[in-house]
């Protein structure tokens, strides 16, 4: 397939680098404006893409969007005039709620919903290191997108494992309710993850879950909250030694997700007058961490 990626940073890179390997024709769309960005994976030979080319993003089968949540509006707009109409467009970032904004822009369009539970980081501004080895999940956000599921096979094919979920929606809510628990906290405590497999964080962590669980539902989703607290924990212990995206984000003063992740919980709770206090106050105090960087720098 023709496939553009837009936003080459850790996990769009790690993505372009596996789906050039399975043979696919990838280019990129960074901010940068060389024609050319380089990608190493791990050990592996460098790869030059091209960068920002108008001519592949015209021909493109699929536009992969990996830029951070709060990005997705800014950066892909631009380039929807460029794109064939049966473009597949599909959303690989952590938190919900982008496409809902851009619904007008999209209803015409084959759009995909995604994620990921790879790990990725990017040590230098060419290197990317899988640093944790996970799975995509991908299902459709409007009827054009279910026919699409073809999309889960090429991306299982190039970088297995990928499924399609006819549900999408629940893979996704799944993931919000962990982000939910396990990031602003990590960034609050400025702790790894692993901090919050400690007993004394587990009713605050059934707290948070079963309110984003109540929230769910209003968006026809059923989660089960002993089964969700369970994974968090699970997932605090796996990634033990690891510091959240939000944690990182916080740490080096970056805006973070928190708009997509305890944020569309908070707007789903006013939305429907149901008090999630516990949501409400993570939300509330990122977003001061976030307010005071421009206060005080
Ligand atoms: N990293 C992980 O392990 C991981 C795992 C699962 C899910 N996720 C999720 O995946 C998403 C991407 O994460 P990431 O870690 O890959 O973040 P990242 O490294 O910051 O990548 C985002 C990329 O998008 C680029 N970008 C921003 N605005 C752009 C624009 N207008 N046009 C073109 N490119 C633009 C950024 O460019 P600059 O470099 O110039 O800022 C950067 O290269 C997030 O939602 C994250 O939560 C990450």
Redesign the pocket.
Known sequence: MNITI?????????YAYKLHLAGHSISL????SSSKIEVTLDDGESIAFNNQSLEDLERCDLLVV????W?VK??LLPLLTHLHPDAIILF????MGTVDSLSEQLAHRPVLLG????????VNSSTVHH??I?QTLIGAWNKKGQQCEFVAEVFDHGFSPAQWHSIIQQALWTKLVI?CAINPLTAILDCRNGQLANHEYREQLFSIVKEAVTCARFDGVELDAPVLLDTVVNVAKSTAQNYS?MHQDIYNKRQS?ID?INGYVVNIATKHHVDIPNNLSLYQKIKQIEASWSQHD
């Open positions: 837009l936003g080459p940073g850790a996990v769009g890179s790690l769309w960074g901010r940068t990996t830029v951070k949540a990005q800014s950066a690989l970032h952590n938190g994620t990921s539970t790879h790990g990725a980081l990017k640093t944790g996970g982000n995206s997700e997509f």
